[in-house]
């Protein structure tokens, strides 16, 4: 059953959230009261008060307060949507320290998919999905003739699926291997059948902890600037954070501020994904590592200062199943997706269910009493998916 609703939840946000009912634990404690005046009053936290979130606040208040700003904008509403995630290639010319991903070109289990290779990848999958996500390592030979193929075979075969590519590294690479700006990357591929850009690959955006983590990478600011290209050629992206690294909380505030600025010119973030570091014994010794309290926090504190990207996303790909239903009740409204196949975080160690339907998902999603919307890639369609429970699709869908 398709329902209607605005792009970025309700813009009367500020105003529902005036009106909610607010616990003591909240009230009572004056960091979480006064990021509640602040959002309430100007729509915005302010650094300092973002850094004392992370620092100094008891968890389930953080969260419990993340959920009232959620539902201001959402009600009990969870998006998801059902797609493919494919990796064309592990090959990459960059070794980041945290990647247990990338191979190089004479690795035994280095791999290389070509364009047919990758519309036969969607096939199966085909009937029921709408999105392809797909990343990879920076190839040594492809140029932008590969990707455009690529683009171009799966819209022939399969023109109803959204195609969300390529990682802001990627594009540079491209850009670099084959002798053209990143706009003109962006405008070809555009016209070759790319819908958007996921966020991957913004790790943090503070040079000094990229230059010990993924030297090579593109920097800050280019991140940044190719996010901005993107948006001005009216192509939406996502954005990430990677963390449980070696950052600090001052480089993590440092991050989701720099994204909210550029948010402020562009207004083409859809979705804010923070996921953390997956370790394993050969990577990154020194990192910090997130425990579950962490990563909830993070999500939560995400919600409250990027009071202008409308989606924060509980990657289950990433911290699991269990841990992203808890993120649902703390400041995520996007649980991401039904995935069908991955490799990335896979390759770091995670177990998450890569065969979970629809009807999982929304199964998982009503087990923290929350309302499943299937949407599209660029949230603007969303349908109460038939396998929701009856008696839900009759409750107010915003409360
Ligand atoms: S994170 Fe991306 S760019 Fe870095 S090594 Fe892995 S595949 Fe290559």
């Known amino acids: 059953m398709p329902v209607d609703l605005p792009l970025g939840g309700y813009d009367n946000w500020q105003s529902r959230l005036a009106s909610t009912p607010i616990s003591d634990n909240i009230l009572s404690n004056p960091i979480l009261n006064s990021a509640l005046s602040q959002l309430i009053n100007s729509g915005r936290i302010t650094k300092e008060t973002g850094f004392s979130l992370f620092d100094s606040t008891p968890l389930f208040s953080l969260m419990n307060l993340a959920n009232i700003v959620k539902e201001a904008r959402y009600g009990k ?8 995630h494919i990796n064309p290639t592990n090959i990459c010319v960059l070794a980041c320290r945290f990647c247990a991903f990338r191979k190089g070109v004479r690795n035994s289990d280095a791999y290389e998919l070509s364009a047919d290779d990758f519309v036969n990848r969607i096939e199966p999958f085909s009937p ?3 999105e392809i996500h797909s990343v990879g390592g920076l190839h040594p030979t492809w140029r932008i003739e590969h990707y455009e193929q690529l683009y171009a075979n799966t819209k022939e075969k399969f023109p109803n699926i959204h195609i969300k590519s390529l990682s802001a590294v990627e594009i540079k690479h491209l850009a670099i291997r084959s002798n053209i700006s990143v706009s003109q990357v962006l405008q070809r591929l555009s016209a070759s059948g790319l819908d958007s850009i996921p966020g991957g690959g913004a790790e943090i955006l503070v040079d000094s902890i990229r230059d010990r983590l993924c030297r090579g990478k593109e920097s800050s600011q280019e991140y940044l600037d190719i996010h901005k290209q993107a948006h001005l050629l009216n192509i939406p992206t996502n954005c990430t954070m990677l963390f449980g690294t070696i950052e600090t909380i001052h480089d993590r505030i440092t991050h989701l501020t720099k994204l909210r600025d550029l948010q402020d010119v562009t207004g083409g973030f859809q979705c804010f994904v923070p996921y953390p570091f997956l370790a394993d014994n ?3 010794p020194e990192a910090k590592l997130s425990t579950g309290n962490d990563i909830l926090r993070v ?23 269990n841990l992203g239903q808890i993120a649902l009740l703390g400041g ?12 990335i975080m896979h390759s770091a160690g995670s177990n998450t269910s890569l065969s979970s339907s629809s009807q999982d998902l929304c199964k998982l999603i009503e087990q923290v009493d929350c309302i499943p919307v299937k949407r ?12 929701s429970t009856p008696e839900l699709i009759d409750l107010p869908l915003l409360v």
């Open 282 to 284: 050969s990577r990154l």
């Open 299 to 321: 999500i939560a504190v995400s919600r409250l200062m990027l009071d202008n990207i409308p989606h924060i996303k509980a990657y289950r790909m990433n911290i699991g199943d």
């Open 376 to 387: 599209n890639s660029i949230y603007s369609k969303f349908e109460i998916s038939k396998y």
């Open 332 to 343: 995520a409204d996007d649980i991401d997706g039904t995935v069908g196949h991955e490799e």
């Open 128 to 130: 029921r999905i709408d």
């Open 77 to 84: 509403l969870v998006f998801f949507n059902e797609n493919l």
